[in-house]
């Protein structure tokens, strides 16, 4: 999958390897990532139910970073799926200069403050 390709804005089903999901992984903008989430998917893939109509899309924005999609897309990596189909959408959004702007304003928050992993 190339993310650079896919169309901004619109929903596609997307087959993600392995492989892809760990290199995805290393360019996420979110929250730190909770365990029971991630346990929860884990279950439903042992359990061969895995739809890619569960949850939301797998979002990047438009630097490709992950902003939402983290814990399923952990749970293939720790589940060693080989390759799974999720909903993609990638949005128009700049997370990198929304955070830096929010951090701006937060009087002197860095956007390590304003992700909250300082």
Not at 88 to 105: C, G, M, P, Q, Y
Request: aromatic letters at 6%.
């Amino acid at each position: 999958m190339n993310i650079k390709e896919l169309p901004l804005n619109a929903t596609v089903l997307v087959n993600i390897s392995l492989d892809e999901a760990k290199t995805l992984l290393m360019h996420t903008r979110q929250r730190p990532l909770k365990r029971p989430r991630v346990e929860k998917i884990n279950k439903i893939h042992r359990e061969g139910r895995w739809n890619p109509f569960v949850g939301s899309e797998v979002r990047f924005d438009v630097n490709d970073n992950v902003i939402a999609g983290q814990h399923r897309l952990t749970s293939q990596c720790e589940m060693k799926v080989p390759c799974v189909k999720y909903r993609v959408l990638k949005s128009d959004v700049d997370t990198d200069a929304f955070f830096e702007a929010e951090a701006e304003i937060n009087s002197g928050w860095s956007v390590q403050d304003t992700l909250r992993c300082a």
